[in-house]
């Protein structure tokens, strides 16, 4: 196979990784092209092998993949603007935020469109991807996408586009959520007295404690919460708070203004 990544920012920087890794592509057949030049010597000194092709010269002609990892906002420039025309048989993976596949399509002129939206523990291969795919894209097209997809972490198809936007303020936007509650909690810990760095530790394993105890229990979320909240204890103190202060709605609330943000990216 032969993948052309149209945006090497972090994500398309991030495949690239993940596809030379798992050896889903020899490193000649892959190509990154790139808008800027600031990044070339970078991308080089890591892809050696790989082909880096400017923007205005890049030529896909052999490519059986086209990953489309540029900014929502700029896809409308790029695609008025791109120096070849795509083949009937050539795929499109767009891993933009929030535009549709209708609007890829009619940009690019092009019907073989699969539209992905990863996480930013892919740039680590601990990603998770919601992806869908354009009518008319076969079975064995999509399973081809879906192990490239699987080499940044995990997959999942969608059989219905407009849960993708829902997937990107669940998955895509997810981690930030996470970072912003572990950051209220090594902060309450400086607050205490605790050496940052220490509060960072206790925060950091706990997290990571819990992430396996969740993963490895058979017990749901509100049992293992009564686990660890005894009658009467300080981490009922704790979550009195939590829900006098409607957290789980706030959170909630978050999520559907990032579902909605989504939608309004596709313009």
Do not use: C, W
Not at 195 to 223: C, P, R, W
């Amino acid at each position: 196979m032969k993948i052309a990544i149209l945006g090497a920012g972090n994500m398309g920087v991030a495949f690239s990784r993940s596809f030379l890794k798992y050896e889903l592509v020899k490193p000649h057949h892959l190509q990154l092209i790139i808008r800027g030049e600031k990044k070339v010597g970078k991308i080089k000194k890591e892809f050696p092998e790989v082909q880096i092709s400017n923007f205005e010269e890049a030529n896909v002609e052999d490519a059986d993949l086209i990953v489309v990892s540029v900014k929502p906002q700029d896809f409308q420039y790029v695609a008025d603007n791109l120096p070849f025309q795509l083949k009937d048989h050539q795929m499109v993976l767009s891993i933009m935020a929030g535009v549709k596949i209708e609007k890829i399509q009619k940009a690019l002129n092009h019907k073989n469109v699969v539209r992905a939206m990863p996480n930013s523990p892919t740039l680590i291969g601990m990603g998770i991807t919601g992806y869908t795919a354009a009518e008319g894209i076969t079975f064995n097209q999509i399973l081809q996408i879906e192990r490239l997809l699987n080499s940044t972490g995990r997959a999942v198809y969608l059989e219905e586009e407009d849960l993708l936007d829902s997937v990107t303020a669940l998955s895509g936007s997810g981690p930030a959520y996470f970072y912003y509650f572990v950051d209220a909690m090594i902060k309450a810990g400086t607050k205490m007295g605790i050496n940052e760095n220490l509060s960072k530790l206790f925060v950091k394993q706990t997290m990571v404690g819990a992430y396996h105890l969740i993963n490895n229990s058979d017990k749901n979320l509100d049992e293992l919460i009564k686990e660890v909240a005894s009658k009467g204890g300080t981490t009922e103190a704790a979550l009195k708070v939590f829900n006098e202060n409607s957290l789980k709605e706030i959170v909630e609330n978050g999520i559907f203004a990032a579902e909605n943000r989504a939608k309004e990216l596709n313009g």
